[in-house]
């Protein structure tokens, strides 16, 4: 069964950080493809950024370049979202998610999700 599990959200003051875990249960971790969404009430479920198998290469959002970083440690079959300079419109509900390709941003294009972890940022 294959389980993805967020953690690490919560409630940060504007211009705070975070970091994002997500714990997957996902056989051959290494061959998928990570991404994380988010969403944020009333609005559609949005693409954030991704990771390739090894970790190589990565793409953003633009709303989120240079501040968020994605990474992943094969070894423990977990990806990161590190989340810096947090303002009010980064609050959401995020979601890790698996894809067998690279590059995909959207969400029909990934074939596991996990349950979302909350994110607020207060100003």
């Known amino acids: 069964q294959v389980q993805l599990v967020e953690s690490g959200g919560g409630l940060v003051q504007a211009g705070g950080s975070l970091r994002l875990f997500c714990a997957a249960s996902l056989r051959s971790f290494s061959r998928y493809c990570m991404g994380w969404f988010r969403q944020a009430p009333g609005k559609e479920r949005e693409f954030v950024a991704a990771?390739?198998?090894?970790?190589?290469?990565?793409i953003y959002a633009r709303s989120v370049k240079g501040r968020f970083t994605i990474s992943r440690d094969n070894a423990k079959n977990t990806v990161y979202l590190q989340m810096n300079s947090l303002n009010s419109e980064d609050t959401a509900v995020y979601f890790c998610?698996?894809?067998?390709?690279?590059?995909?941003?959207?969400?029909?294009?990934?074939?596991?999700w996990g349950q979302g972890t909350q994110v607020t940022v207060s100003s």
């Open positions: 998610a698996a894809a067998t390709l690279f590059g995909r941003q959207k969400t029909s294009e990934y074939d596991y």
């Open positions: 990771i390739s198998w090894s970790g190589d290469s990565t």
